[in-house]
């Protein structure tokens, strides 16, 4: 079986409850992808590009496949279209999601497992607090260069210096 994690993961740093959705998927199936929402602007609702969020999950889940996943807004059919030719070539696909996910969206042929949620974690939280921060004096440019920095330097054992 493969498991498919599908999520913008526009966060400054992956939260327990996107921890626990890997961590279960990964626990249950051959092989994980997480097919990562794309969005074509920088804002204050998407302040990482794909590249940053790609760098942060394989910071935890090195072992995790990441595929770009383009955004479709308005057509849940040709979204669910562009999920189902990303897993076509996977091996029993199923699709896990948590609480607030793409699930009331998704029209396709795979099945789904729902994850419980871990009350109190949320990447919407997250990024509403990104942005009472900008309010406050720091933009959420200066979050997403900070972010970025300290990515650039955190070090984990076995990486090279």
């Not at 599908?6 to 966060?11: H, L, W």
């Not at 959705?21 to 602007?41: D, F, N, P």
């Not at 199923?94 to 607030?100: A, G, Q, T």
């Amino acid at each position: 079986m493969t498991g498919i994690i599908i999520g913008r993961f526009q966060v400054p740093y992956l939260h327990l409850g996107h921890i626990y959705l890997i961590s279960t998927a990964l626990r249950e199936c051959e092989a994980v992808y997480i097919l990562l929402g794309c969005q074509m602007k920088i804002d204050e609702r998407n302040p990482f590009t794909l590249e940053q969020r790609r760098k942060m999950i394989h910071r935890i889940f090195p072992q995790v496949q990441i595929r770009a996943l383009d955004d479709h807004p308005g057509d849940d059919k040709g979204w669910s279209d562009e999920v189902d030719d990303n897993c076509k070539f996977l091996h029993n696909p199923i699709l896990y999601h948590s609480r607030d996910s793409f699930q009331s969206h998704y029209k396709g042929r795979i099945p789904t497992k729902e994850i419980p949620e871990i009350p109190g974690y949320s990447g919407t939280q997250l990024r509403k607090n990104e942005q009472e921060d900008s309010r406050n004096g720091v933009g959420f440019e200066e979050i997403r260069t900070t972010h970025q920095e300290s990515q650039e330097k955190q070090r984990f054992p076995g990486e090279e210096l």
